[in-house]
């Protein structure tokens, strides 16, 4: 069992961490750049953001080896894709929601891994 000391500061160093979990990654209007984030073999990286129909994703991504991609969103028990990239090292566009969802950009290593670079701008769509 913990003493109450050794229990309140393993409590205290986990609050920041909770706190900086809770902060989108993706907001209105800025850049969320990332470089060289480690993908090993066969790990995914996702990044998640709420839209709402006409709310635009601009994006782009490079590898090293070959990857899949896709932004995808949940109704219930299904995964909806309505985009899809394969054993690509690259790509870039721009996504429009057509219905309300929390959406994911996700990409998987192949068997090599590979380090990522990518970049997402949130253009939110007029109200």
Not at 85 to 114: H, I, N, P
Request: aromatic share 8%; hydrophobic share 45%; glycine share 6%.
């Amino acid at each position: 069992m913990m003493r109450p000391a050794a229990l309140i500061a393993t409590m205290a160093l986990a609050l920041p961490l909770a706190a900086c979990a809770a902060q989108p990654s993706i907001v209105p209007g800025g850049v969320h750049e990332v470089k060289a984030h480690p993908l090993p073999a066969f790990q995914i990286h996702e990044e998640c953001v709420k839209l709402v129909p006409g709310d635009r994703l601009d994006y782009t991504f490079s590898a090293t080896a070959p990857l899949q991609f896709n932004i995808h969103y949940h109704e219930g028990n299904t995964v909806i894709m309505p985009v899809t990239r394969d054993k690509v090292t690259s790509d870039a566009g721009r996504f429009e929601a057509v219905v309300a969802q929390e959406y994911c950009l996700m990409w998987e290593a192949g068997a090599a891994g590979t380090p990522l670079d990518y970049s997402v701008r949130l253009i939110r769509g007029k109200p």
